[in-house]
């Protein structure tokens, strides 16, 4: 089975830093994505990490730990359009289609 | 460079009508994905498909739902005698290569409300 956690919502102020965290038990792993979506918008693609370590890309850093099944989305400099849901979701091959699974997203609200 | 395009945004159905979602790939892509959204939850999977080939429909419910991918046209999510449990967004996303290239790329999705 597959399973991928996150927190429900998260609040951040301005300016700030915030880590969105995502944990996932899966029976294989070909990567990870986080991915944004603003209310009644379609997602959009964040980041993308197969190896373990930080990527990073402007104000959004991603990391993943495969021995630790985790992974976070750091967000710098916080902006009020920062506000939105971020989508974490495992590549897992073992059923052979390598379909992405979604968690419930983390929906963040940045307050001024 | 248009990117996924869906419609109609927006579907008003009564109880045991069809509704019928229409997505069109990026240009060059010819995997096709299915999610449905409900509020306050995450994208299930329902069905993937490449042209005229459903490759994995794991998450599609076995009654009255269906999905084709022609050779020539849009990716069709069919559902027969909607229920109010459809309502909900109904996003398809598309990628060139499908098993370890590259990320999905969504359209805004197709909003179905079941009266």
Known sequence: GQNIDQPTEMTATEGAIVQINCTYQTSGFNGLFWYQQHAGEAPTFLSYNVLDGLEEKGRFSSFLSRSKGYSYLLLKELQMKDSASYLCAVRDPSGGSYIPTFGRGTSLIVHP | NAGVMQNPRHLVRRRGQEARLRCSPMKGHSHVYWYRQLPEEGLKFMVYLQKENIIDESGMPKERFSAEFPKEGPSILRIQQVVRGDSAAYFCASSKG?????????????????L
């Open chain 2, 98 to 114: 499908h098993t370890n290239t590259g990320e999905l790329f969504f359209g805004e999705g197709s909003r179905l409300t079941v």
